[in-house]
Nanobody, 123 residues
């Protein structure tokens, strides 16, 4: 069982930055690929970024490439999402997910989900 807890959301102006964190329980964190997703009001959940257990594989949605950076610290059981040059359309609840498979963590049903943290970008 893996429990995920996100933090770091908040209100920021257009062009600002935020860093989200997702802390995981358990002693096998490095064996899980991790992903970030977001859901804006009235929209479907959207993939944002993913990272393999070792950190050697990384993938981003086109909408955030060049602005967001995913990273992980396996010693701290934490994955991060650095968000720069934020836009109003980035406003959403951001959730992290964990899966044994790097390929499946981007899918519809990763093994574990966090509760989410709200990010609001004002214009």
């Amino acid at each position: 069982q893996v429990q995920l807890v996100e933090s770091g959301g908040g209100l920021v102006q257009t062009g600002g930055s935020l860093r989200l964190s997702c802390s995981a329980s358990g002693r096998t964190f490095s064996s899980y690929a991790m992903g970030w997703f977001r859901r804006a009001p009235g929209k479907e959940r959207e993939f944002v970024a993913r990272i393999s257990g070792s950190g050697s594989l990384i993938d981003y949605a086109d909408s955030v490439k060049g602005r967001f950076t995913i990273s992980r610290d396996n010693a701290k059981n934490t994955v991060y999402l650095q968000m720069n040059s934020l836009k109003p359309e980035d406003t959403a609840v951001y959730s992290c997910a964990a899966d044994k498979s790097y390929y499946d963590v981007r899918g519809l049903n990763p093994d574990y989900w966090g509760q989410g943290t709200q990010v609001t970008v004002s214009s």
